[in-house]
């Protein structure tokens, strides 16, 4: 079992930066993979980003690109999401997820956090 807590959400207004963070704690957290993902109001969950176990960065999702960066720290347990040049369209419900690492690469996101809000204005 992992439990993973999401910080960081707040209001920013457009143009600015937010830094999320995930705390893991139960099994092992190095030998997970990563994501973010996230849900606007009305809107289906969208994937962000996701970083393997050994911190390969496998994907962004084409709404980030070139904004939004994913790095883990598996000495402290935890997972960030830099966001950088926020616009409106990024205000939803954040979610970091884990899923016992796979080979070949293939995640199944069993873990969820309960998620943190953003919200980005105008």
């Known amino acids: 079992q992992v439990h993973l807590v999401e910080s960081g959400g707040g209001l920013v207004q457009a143009g600015g930066s937010l830094r999320l963070s995930c705390a893991a704690s139960?099994?092992?957290?190095?030998?997970?993979?990563m994501g973010w993902f996230r849900q606007a109001p009305g809107k289906e969950r969208e994937f962000v980003v996701g970083?393997?176990?050994?911190?390969?960065?496998?994907d962004y999702g084409d709404a980030v690109k070139g904004r939004f960066s994913i790095s883990r720290d598996n000495a402290k347990n935890t997972v960030y999401l830099q966001m950088d040049s926020l616009n409106t369209e990024d205000t939803a419900v954040y979610y970091c997820?884990?899923?016992?690492?796979?080979?070949?690469?293939?995640?199944?996101?069993?873990?969820w956090g309960q998620g943190t809000q953003v919200t980005v204005s105008s």
């Open positions: 139960g099994r092992t957290f190095s030998v997970f993979d």
């Open positions: 997820a884990a899923a016992p690492r796979s080979s070949p690469y293939h995640p199944t996101y069993d873990y």
């Open positions: 970083m393997t176990w050994t911190g390969t960065i496998t």
